[in-house]
């Protein structure tokens, strides 16, 4: 028995064997990688953690993708190095391309197997990546089955939850080396007499796993000047992504909702983006459908990102005048 805590104390903190430190240890320090996307960056408070695993997943079609990518442009811009696992063999360079990434200085992965995809996880983090992104969960294929051409007797579905969780016990471990990993994944209706409800393929261990989990889902859709409420789909320019911080174990507000403005010929909509975070902040203020700013009033929400592209200048000066307050300021209520 020892004498005093400060000799139980040393003695922990000296047993090499269980390689214990002082939870001041700068090998606990971890740094975040932003998304440059004032909603997301708010309730997160400042992005994604790196050294640690965050899960995106939600419907097709929803912009889980489009925001992984916009991590990885932050790391680029940033000097970093971005790694995409492609398992759905959706890889589009022109259109990465539009979404601001050098796809020159993209490591790409096409794996054909499950087991292919966790070594490229596992060597780029290894060899220092910044952020690994695999897209998705969804596209893992067993071995057995890829090779096995009657396919397997058991269920396939039950494998990829056994396999992703027993192998995301292998990569956390690896996440220490500095880098962060994202894993894409999409919801799934049960089947059966039973409540319809959302789940995942690669089971519910993924969320036990996961240091930061984000909920994506489409939401109202966005259409052309003068045609607000068509359900014309040629009228339709884009939708809302609704993205929802589920669990953040460092600083996130969690169970937060930021919408966020999504065009189908060019992803996120910065200057409309801005122009909802000064309506938040009431650096514009609006009027049924008419938004006043500057002294000048516009009709409908169209009018006001026409005249911003127009005048480069009064984006700039609103950026600068909600950006830094709104990121710092209290995250209590949705952004919208």
């Given at each position: 028995m020892k004498d005093s805590a400060k000799e139980i104390f040393n003695s922990?903190?000296?047993d090499k064997k269980v390689k214990a430190t002082t939870g001041d240890d700068n090998d606990f320090e971890y740094g975040k990688i932003p998304f440059n996307i004032p909603q997301l960056d708010k309730i997160t408070k400042g992005g994604i953690p790196r050294k640690r695993f965050t899960l995106l997943f939600g419907g097709f079609s929803s912009g889980k993708s489009?925001?992984?990518?916009?991590?990885?442009?932050?790391?680029?811009?940033?000097?970093?190095?971005?790694?995409?696992?492609?398992?759905?063999?959706?890889?589009?360079?022109?259109?990465?391309?539009?979404?601001?990434?050098?796809?020159?200085?993209?490591?790409?992965?096409?794996?054909?197997?499950?087991?292919?995809?966790?070594k490229a996880v596992r060597n780029s983090l290894q060899a220092g990546a910044d952020i690994v992104v695999m897209d998705s969960v969804a596209g893992l294929v067993p071995n057995d089955i890829y090779t096995h051409e009657d396919g397997i007797a058991y269920s396939p579905i039950a494998w990829q939850s056994r396999a992703w969780n027993q192998m995301l016990?292998?990569?956390?471990?690896?996440?220490?080396?500095?880098?962060?990993?994202?894993?894409?994944?999409?919801?799934?209706?049960?089947m059966g007499n039973v409540q319809m409800m959302d789940t995942m393929p690669g089971g519910e261990g993924q969320k036990y796993f996961a240091h930061c989990c984000m909920h994506f889902a489409r939401g109202s859709w966005l259409t052309k000047p003068g045609k607000s409420g068509s359900k014309n789909m040629a009228d339709r320019m884009g939708f809302e992504i609704n993205a929802r911080l589920l669990k953040d174990k460092f600083g996130g507000e969690k169970f937060e909702q930021a919408i966020i403005p999504f065009k189908f010929d060019g992803g996120i909509d910065m200057i409309e983006t801005y122009i909802r975070v000064g309506l938040e902040e009431g650096t514009i203020e609006q009027r049924g459908a008419m938004?006043?700013?500057?002294?000048?009033?516009?009709?409908?929400?169209?009018?006001?990102?026409?005249?911003?592209?127009?005048?480069?200048?009064?984006?700039e000066e609103l950026v600068n005048a909600t950006k830094e307050s709104y990121l710092a300021g209290d995250s209590d209520s949705e952004s919208a």
């Open positions: 922990l903190l000296n489009y925001v992984a990518s916009q991590l990885c442009k932050t790391v680029q811009e940033d000097g970093g190095v971005a790694v995409w696992i492609d398992l759905e063999k959706s890889w589009d360079s022109d259109w990465m391309t539009k979404s601001g990434l050098n796809v020159k200085e993209m490591i790409v992965y096409n794996p054909d197997t499950s087991e292919e995809a966790f016990m292998r990569i956390i471990p690896e996440l220490k080396h500095g880098g962060a990993f994202v894993a894409i994944n999409q919801t799934r209706g049960t938004y006043d700013y500057d002294g000048k009033s516009f009709r409908g929400m169209n009018a006001v990102v026409t005249w911003f592209k127009e005048n480069p200048d009064k984006y």
